[in-house]
Each structure stands twice: as structure tokens, then as C-alpha cells.
């Protein structure tokens, strides 16, 4: 990443008088032993951030789905005291998960204070709004796999990250702005997306926290046809990184595809396997949502390439009994070399990063990196993860309600 200076950059080098800080935050399924004792688990970390806000919350959100008396009623509760004492909250939601959950988005949108837009995108790009994330007065985001759903916070293993910093934050800002002008109901989407101009520079940030030090970042995003920084794109991005990698990769995602509506989307497969290839260690794992044909049969043909390995994780069920679309390995992040991590919010296939709103994150800094890896490799050892197994027939998971 420091030679990235053959590149047209742009290195915005951020005060360190301010107040920066940068925050590993996960979700543990209840009953597991994955919980890691130094990292806050998320809805203590959203309510957190939601009351500390004084003057806009922006949400940018797959769907929202809440039941009466679950754990995501104090950050629910949180928001609306946030818009009692005057606080800007506005809400994008996607218009085809809405279409499953809109109760909570119609209640949050007729309460003062706080606005809701459906997003209709895969009327403008083919894909969905996939991101999880939301800014704190515009100087502050969560980023992670983590949505808007009471069972990401207690029954699906999940890893996000907080940063603060007003200057990296903008560049989220500027995105969140533009989605909701396209959301809007009365939207011209057609000359907002014609108004986007494509800069060909790399966006870039340092930031100095009290713990880690200095952080170098590269803020991410998808897709291509609504950004606005043409090398801050989640899939050049995440290439580069995995092009970089000298010893090892570890990656953890719910799913992974190379196939993509009968086409091969081979830019994140060949990089992994040339990866390979060239010596290094590769260490995947994905979630048993993916036991099914073709997908597993492209899976199994990456995990039997020298050097690469992959696990498949099931997270038993809760004592409760079951819960549909939960219980699962939902993490999206990659560590290389624990030097440098990508979190995002895509998972591995060409519709996320060519269609869909998602965003991620690169951050510099082998601290943070070496404790990503330590998360990793807890599932890794777990209980829950077992080898692929090339000879095995799969049977497919139920995950629904």
C-alpha cells in the first residue's frame, strides 16, 4: 500500500489535534464460544453512538426488522430520543427488503424528526442497497456486516468497525447524499446518475488513535455506477489487496461465488488462486448457506488449489429452538499478511460489487490487522468449522422464517 504512489493520490494527512478513533465492534450468537472479551458487542456500541448524536443520524440500511421486547428495542429507543431533542434522522431502507419488513420503516418515518426513503435500486442499477452503516452527526460511522435486524445482535456472528473522523467520514457523507437524492420519490434519476463525474484519484486518510497509532485508510464502495472515485471501488480494491499479499490471506464471508447469473466472474477467483500460486497461504471461511449446486461444486474447486484452504462453519441452534435467517457466519472481511484488513459489506459475488450499494473499508496497521487475524482464526479453531470435504454431498440448509 506505501508504494501506491505510482498512482494519481490524493493523501489527506488529518490533524492529530482532533479527536480520532477507530473501534473493532462484533456480534456474538448467543450460546457460542466465540465471544472475544476486548471487543464491545454492537448494540451496546449503537445505543452509544446513536445518544451521543446532536444534531443528524443517517442510516443506510438493507431493511429493519424488529419484534416487540427483542434486543433491538434500546437502539430503536435510543433513535427516538435522538429526534425528541431535535436530532435530524433519516433512514434508506431498500425497496425490495422493504417490501418483507416494512412495519418499523413505516412507524420510524411518521414519528417527528425522522425521515424514511425506500430506495427502488435495482430500478437504477440492477441491485440492491446492501450497506449497513450509519454516521453520527457527520463525524462519525459504523461500518459492518451487521443489519438492522434483532437477530444480528444476538444470533448471528457478525464484525464491524467505528470510526471517528470528519474528514474520512465525508467521503461516506457524499454517498449517503447521493442516495438519497435517488431515493427520493419524485427523484430524476436519470440526470442524477449523469451528474456523477468519475475521479480517477485514490482517495485516502491517516488518522491517529489513542491505542492503535497511526491508521492509514482507504475508504471502499460499490458500485461503479454511483460513486464517485473510480479507484476507491470495493472490487479494484479488494484485487489490489489480495494482489499484494506475500504470506498469507485469511477471508471470512457468509457466501462465495464465482458464478454469477451463468457467467464466470473470475477478477476475486484467479487473484485468490494466482495468490496461491505464488506461495501464499490462503485461509477461507464461509457459512453452510452455501450447500447447494453450482455453488458448492466452484468452491470445492478453489479449496483443492495447493496453498488455499476453506472451512465451512455451522453455528448450532440456540436453546430457544429455531431462528430463521440466523444462526450463521455472517462476517465479510479479509486480512493480509496482519498488516492490512478490507471489512465491508459485500459478500463475494459480481452482483455486489457491480450492482448493489455496499461500502467497506481498508485500514493500515498491524495491530488492528493482527487482532482481525485472532478473530479469524477463533472460528478458524472452533468447534463450529470443518475442512470442505471434496467428496461429500452437501445437503442444502433450511434458513427461513
Same mark, same amino acid.
Given at each position: 500500500?506505501?508504494?501506491?504512489?505510482?498512482?494519481? %493520490?490524493?493523501?489527506?494527512?488529518?490533524?492529530?489535534?482532533?479527536?480520532?478513533?477507530?473501534?473493532?465492534?462484533?456480534?456474538?450468537?448467543?450460546?457460542?464460544?466465540?465471544?472475544? @472479551?476486548?471487543?464491545?458487542?454492537?448494540?451496546?456500541?449503537?445505543?452509544?453512538?446513536?445518544?451521543?448524536?446532536?444534531?443528524?443520524?443517517?442510516?443506510?440500511?438493507?431493511?429493519?426488522?424488529?419484534? @416487540?421486547?427483542?434486543? !433491538?428495542?434500546? +437502539?430503536? =429507543?435510543?433513535?427516538?430520543? =435522538?429526534?425528541?431533542?431535535?436530532?435530524?434522522?433519516?433512514? +434508506?431502507?431498500?425497496?425490495?427488503?422493504?417490501?418483507?419488513?416494512?412495519?418499523? *420503516?413505516?412507524?420510524?418515518?411518521?414519528?417527528?424528526?425522522?425521515?424514511?426513503?425506500?430506495?427502488?435500486?435495482?430500478?437504477?442499477?440492477?441491485?440492491?442497497?446492501?450497506?449497513?452503516?450509519?454516521?453520527?452527526?457527520?463525524?462519525?460511522?459504523?461500518?459492518?456486516? #451487521? $443489519?438492522?435486524?434483532?437477530? *444480528?445482535?444476538?444470533?448471528?456472528?457478525?464484525?464491524? +468497525?467505528?470510526?471517528? $473522523?470528519?474528514?474520512?467520514?465525508?467521503?461516506?457523507?457524499?454517498?449517503?447524499?447521493?442516495?438519497?437524492? !435517488?431515493?427520493?420519490?419524485? =427523484?430524476?434519476?436519470? =440526470? %442524477?446518475?449523469?451528474?456523477?463525474?468519475?475521479?480517477?484519484?485514490?482517495?485516502?486518510?491517516?488518522?491517529?488513535?489513542?491505542?492503535?497509532?497511526?491508521?492509514?485508510?482507504?475508504?471502499?464502495?460499490? $458500485?461503479?455506477?454511483?460513486?464517485?472515485?473510480? #479507484?476507491?471501488?470495493? @472490487?479494484?480494491?479488494?484485487?489490489?489487496?489480495?494482489?499484494?499479499?506475500?504470506?498469507?490471506?485469511?477471508? #471470512?464471508?457468509?457466501?462465495?461465488?464465482?458464478?454469477?447469473?451463468?457467467?464466470?466472474?473470475?477478477?476475486?477467483?484467479?487473484?485468490?488462486?494466482?495468490?496461491?500460486?505464488?506461495?501464499?497461504?490462503?485461509?477461507?471461511?464461509?457459512?453452510?448457506?452455501?450447500?447447494?449446486?453450482?455453488?458448492?461444486?466452484?468452491?470445492?474447486?478453489?479449496?483443492?488449489?495447493?496453498?488455499?484452504? +476453506?472451512?465451512?462453519?455451522?453455528?448450532?441452534?440456540?436453546?430457544?429452538?429455531?431462528?430463521?435467517?440466523?444462526?450463521?457466519?455472517?462476517?465479510?472481511?479479509?486480512?493480509?499478511?496482519?498488516?492490512?484488513?478490507?471489512?465491508?459489506?459485500?459478500?463475494?459475488?459480481?452482483?455486489?460489487?457491480?450492482?448493489?450499494?455496499? %461500502?467497506?473499508?481498508?485500514?493500515?496497521?498491524?495491530?488492528?490487522?493482527?487482532?482481525?487475524? #485472532?478473530?479469524?482464526?477463533?472460528?478458524?479453531?472452533?468447534?463450529?468449522?470443518?475442512?470442505? @470435504?471434496?467428496?461429500?454431498?452437501?445437503?442444502?440448509?433450511?434458513?427461513?422464517?
Amino acid at each position: 500500500m506505501k508504494k501506491i504512489c505510482v498512482l494519481i %493520490l490524493i493523501f489527506l494527512s488529518i490533524s492529530l489535534q482532533g479527536k480520532d478513533m477507530i473501534e473493532l465492534v462484533e456480534s456474538i450468537p448467543i450460546e457460542t464460544t466465540l465471544n472475544n @472479551e476486548d471487543i464491545r458487542n454492537t448494540s451496546e456500541v449503537w445505543v452509544e453512538m446513536i445518544s451521543s448524536a446532536k444534531h443528524s443520524l443517517d442510516f443506510g440500511e438493507f431493511y429493519i426488522s424488529h419484534k @416487540e421486547g427483542d434486543v !433491538l428495542e434500546p +437502539i430503536l =429507543a435510543a433513535i427516538y430520543d =435522538a429526534a425528541d431533542r431535535g436530532v435530524k434522522v433519516r433512514f +434508506i431502507v431498500d425497496g425490495n427488503m422493504y417490501k418483507t419488513y416494512p412495519e418499523t *420503516a413505516d412507524i420510524l418515518n411518521e414519528y417527528p424528526n425522522i425521515d424514511v426513503h425506500v430506495y427502488k435500486l435495482n430500478e437504477i442499477t440492477g441491485g440492491v442497497l446492501h450497506a449497513k452503516y450509519f454516521i453520527v452527526d457527520g463525524k462519525e460511522i459504523f461500518i459492518g456486516s #451487521q $443489519n438492522f435486524d434483532w437477530r *444480528a445482535m444476538e444470533h448471528i456472528h457478525e464484525l464491524g +468497525i467505528r470510526i471517528e $473522523n470528519k474528514k474520512l467520514v465525508s467521503f461516506y457523507n457524499e454517498l449517503f447524499e447521493l442516495d438519497w437524492s !435517488l431515493s427520493a420519490k419524485d =427523484a430524476d434519476t436519470g =440526470a %442524477l446518475k449523469s451528474n456523477i463525474v468519475l475521479s480517477k484519484d485514490l482517495i485516502m486518510y491517516q488518522i491517529k488513535d489513542a491505542e492503535y497509532g497511526k491508521v492509514n485508510i482507504i475508504p471502499t464502495a460499490s $458500485n461503479i455506477k454511483i460513486i464517485y472515485h473510480a #479507484q476507491n471501488w470495493d @472490487e479494484i480494491r479488494v484485487v489490489k489487496l489480495i494482489n499484494s499479499a506475500k504470506e498469507s490471506i485469511r477471508i #471470512q464471508l457468509l457466501s462465495y461465488s464465482p458464478l454469477s447469473r451463468g457467467e464466470l466472474y473470475g477478477r476475486l477467483d484467479y487473484a485468490l488462486r494466482k495468490a496461491a500460486a505464488r506461495g501464499v497461504k490462503v485461509e477461507m471461511i464461509l457459512s453452510d448457506w452455501n450447500f447447494y449446486s453450482p455453488r458448492i461444486d466452484y468452491i470445492k474447486s478453489l479449496h483443492a488449489i495447493p496453498n488455499i484452504n +476453506i472451512k465451512f462453519s455451522t453455528i448450532p441452534e440456540a436453546s430457544e429452538g429455531y431462528v430463521g435467517f440466523a444462526r450463521v457466519e455472517h462476517c465479510k472481511y479479509m486480512v493480509v499478511d496482519d498488516k492490512e484488513f478490507w471489512l465491508g459489506t459485500s459478500n463475494w459475488s459480481k452482483s455486489y460489487f457491480h450492482n448493489g450499494r455496499n %461500502l467497506g473499508v481498508i485500514v493500515e496497521n498491524d495491530m488492528l490487522a493482527e487482532r482481525v487475524s #485472532q478473530i479469524f482464526l477463533k472460528s478458524w479453531d472452533s468447534d463450529y468449522c470443518h475442512l470442505v @470435504e471434496l467428496g461429500k454431498e452437501y445437503e442444502r440448509k433450511e434458513t427461513r422464517e
